[in-house]
């Protein structure tokens, strides 16, 4: 196959991405990564997978001659497949999910794509550009992008992170990528309009479908060529083995890691973090996890402080629900209790500052722990079985909500850059316990209740005898 079909791309976008889909080498998780108004560079070979030191000299040769002011859309999931499914590969133009996307590589006078990237190249993307760029990401929505001012001699990093669904009807999922293309035309018309050069970057976390283990094998002749397996039954489920062990490595990462001087003081993790506001009777959901933590994340922890008795963590975010500056603070203290003959660290208050305003939710009834130990909980929210209260009813934490999932933190005695014990926010009776225990009073109920009957039955004390005169039994007994 001819790789110059890179270099005429926009004329027909998606039929020729799919032409590419089985040459892909097998058992890869790959994703794709699409470059507008960047430097025309060579593109990789057919059926090549870009590693994440490729992937780097592709975006520090595009940053480096062409603008630096970056707009990055961030898809939860995506591949070729993607596009050959929905981008109107073979000739149904008029159903295409992606005329935007088609339209503004039309219009572009230089692009690259790279059809298959490694799945932890394209995680790592936003780290990469935040660590070229030198600048923090701006996770931006299409509304508030036209209130930014934006500068040609100023870098930035602007993130709009785009949702992907894929169940059982398939057109849920269609219309998902049709409403990201949407907001990819209705984000570049914008910076069209601010006449602002700027290099765009079309990419996703992880590969939304596993490459099927599956070669081609081309005829003699030109004759049609034939998708054949490669190996065994054995060697398929060792490889799926694998992938999966990569999957799950790669979803762990490290703690929010705040030291003061040398020695680490506060150590915090999380599966997720997200806020929501109220308004207009609906809330709004913002997602602080993929600025928080991940490989190439650096949070802002400009305000914390820690020593013997009082520790703060402050995270600092940009650009949340609208507001400019947001920060998300944990104020705890450790002191010894008479009772326990021992030291405790509370969760005293989780703080969420904006626009000069602050919302406090109190914590400390339920967020504690030994003082040598960290506090860990499957869920801590303000909501739902909630753990966080507001400080008062007129508080606007009353307008807020904080969802902490699978959370762990730890304010003092930080040995390292590792938790120590876990203090579990489980209570001693589980679900599962109350069942068993109910189950076995019910059971204990049912045998007593047969016993006490049992125990009321009465034998006769007078026989009949059919050798002597019949017994009478007068009407009054």
């Known amino acids: 196959m001819d790789n110059s079909f890179f270099s005429d791309l926009p004329s027909n976008t998606f039929s020729k991405l799919s032409c590419l889909q089985p040459m892909m080498e097998p058992a890869f998780l790959t994703s794709l990564l699409i470059l507008i108004s960047s430097p025309t560079q060579p593109p990789p070979a057919a059926g090549h997978i870009i590693g994440q030191q490729q992937l780097t000299s592709y975006l520090e040769k595009a940053l480096n001659e062409g603008p630096r002011n970056v707009v990055l859309f961030l898809q939860d999931k995506m591949s070729i497949e993607d596009f050959t499914m929905y981008g109107g590969a073979f000739g149904n133009k008029q159903d295409t999910a992606f005329p935007n996307l088609e339209g503004a590589l039309m219009s572009s006078s230089s692009r690259l794509v790279l059809p298959a990237v490694s799945w932890p190249a394209s995680n790592a993307v936003i780290g990469q550009l935040q660590d070229q760029l030198e600048t923090s990401p701006l996770y931006m929505d299409p509304e508030t992008l036209s209130q930014l001012r934006l500068n040609a001699s100023s870098p930035a990093l602007l993130v709009f992170r785009l949702p992907y669904g894929l169940g059982a009807d398939l057109m849920s999922a269609k219309e998902i990528l049709s409403g990201n293309d949407e907001v990819i035309g209705q984000v570049l018309s914008t910076m069209r309009a601010r006449a602002v050069p700027y290099t765009a970057i079309y990419t996703a976390?992880?590969?939304?479908?596993?490459?099927?283990?599956?070669?081609?094998?081309?005829?003699?002749?030109?004759?049609?060529?034939?998708?054949?397996a490669r190996g065994g039954y054995r060697e398929r489920e060792r490889e799926r083995e694998r992938q999966r062990r990569i999957k799950e490595k790669a979803g762990v990462y490290a703690p929010v890691e705040f030291k003061e001087g040398e020695d680490t003081c506060i150590l915090l993790w999380a599966k997720g973090l997200s806020v929501s506001i109220l308004r207009s009777?609906?809330?709004?959901?913002?997602?602080?996890?993929?600025?928080?933590?991940?490989?190439?994340?650096?949070?802002?922890?400009?305000?914390?402080?820690?020593?013997?008795?009082?520790?703060?963590?402050?995270l600092n975010y940009e650009n949340v629900l609208g507001h400019r500056s947001f920060k998300l603070i944990f104020a705890m203290s450790q002191r010894r209790y008479q009772v326990s003959a021992r030291r405790w660290f509370t969760l005293d208050a989780v703080e969420l500052e904006y626009d000069r305003t602050t919302a406090r939710f109190n914590g400390s009834r339920k967020v504690y722990a030994p003082a040598e130990y960290s506090y860990r909980c499957e869920s801590v929210t303000n909501f739902r079985w909630p753990q966080l209260v507001p400080r008062s009813l007129n508080d606007p934490a009353n307008q807020w909500r904080v969802s902490f999932q699978d959370f762990q933190i730890q304010g003092f005695n930080v040995s390292g850059?590792?938790?120590?014990?876990?203090?579990?926010?489980?209570?001693?009776?589980?679900?599962?316990?109350?069942m068993g225990l109910m189950t076995s009073l019910l059971l204990v109920l049912v045998l007593t209740y047969?016993?006490?009957?049992?125990?009321?039955?009465?034998?006769?004390?007078?026989?009949?005898?059919?050798?002597?005169?019949?017994?009478?039994?007068?009407?009054?007994e």
Do not use: N
């Open 281 to 314: 009777g609906r809330w709004e959901e913002h997602d602080l996890t993929p600025s928080t933590f991940g490989e190439g994340v650096s949070p802002q922890l400009h305000g914390s402080s820690c020593d013997k008795s009082k520790s703060k963590l402050v």
């Open 205 to 228: 976390l992880q590969p939304s479908r596993e490459a099927a283990s599956l070669s081609m094998e081309a005829g003699l002749g030109g004759g049609r060529s034939l998708l054949q």
């Open 450 to 476: 047969g016993l006490h009957m049992i125990m009321q039955l009465h034998t006769m004390d007078r026989f009949d005898d059919p050798k002597g005169p019949a017994i009478s039994v007068p009407q009054t």
């Open 417 to 434: 850059s590792e938790f120590s014990y876990a203090s579990d926010c489980a209570g001693f009776f589980s679900a599962g316990i109350w």
